[in-house]
């Protein structure tokens, strides 16, 4: 596992903030476009405010996609897309043009899935995703259809939640160049060191040499070099 670990959840999300500036500084240099997937959840909101101070991330030539999002529409306070739009997007000169948001409210979701995969890259530079408690990534739970799905996105039915969510799929979180887990917490620890161990069947050990922006409190008991 490619670690790195920090001491609170805000010095995790500025690093993660600060390795965003730097990914799309070099990919704009070389391709002439960051194309990046955001996420959901409690420290990526961090780091979109980390984000939003760094004065020298080229938006005007960032591309934002979404790695999943909830079945809601976009001023629903659940939805992904609101999250980076109003701690984010909204802060930033990104041109409209190039933010994607997945369709959570249209029905049924498979068409949403698809119109979603059609607007996508050939290949993502970067994925930012979160992990949940039981070890989810994305919107891809324990026991569900999407772990096994070969396209790039999915509508994918989570009984425990008794909804439906989009998500990427694993073959499209994996073709990217890069895959960034953030996760902070004393209560992500034991998942964290299950997969290190290769034990369990966690969806998030299916993602793929992912780098891994971690707090104190999630790393605690991880070997680590």
Known sequence: MKLRVFPTPEATAQAAAEAFAQAARE??????AFRVALS?????????????????????????????????????????????????????PIPAGQI????????????????YAALLPEQLDVVLLGMGDDGHTASLF??????????RVA???????????LTFTFPEINAASERWLLVTGSGKAEVL??????EGDYPVARVRKPVWFLDAAAAAQLKQP
């Open 100 to 115: 994607h948001r997945m369709e959570g409210e249209r029905r049924p979701l498979e068409e949403a899935a698809r119109a």
């Open 27 to 32: 990919a704009v240099a070389a391709r002439g």
């Open 193 to 198: 060191r299950a997969v290190q161990a290769g």
């Open 40 to 92: 959901g959840g409690s420290t990526p909101k961090l780091m979109y405010r980390a984000l939003r101070a760094l004065p020298e991330v080229p938006w005007p030539a960032v591309h934002v996609y979404f790695s999943d999002e909830r079945s809601v529409g976009p001023d629903s306070p659940d939805s992904n897309y609101r999250l980076a739009h109003d701690e984010l997007l909204t802060h930033v």
């Open 155 to 165: 509508a994918n039915w989570v009984p425990k939640l008794k909804t439906g969510r």
């Open 142 to 151: 324990p026991g569900t259809e999407a772990l096994e799905a070969t396209g």
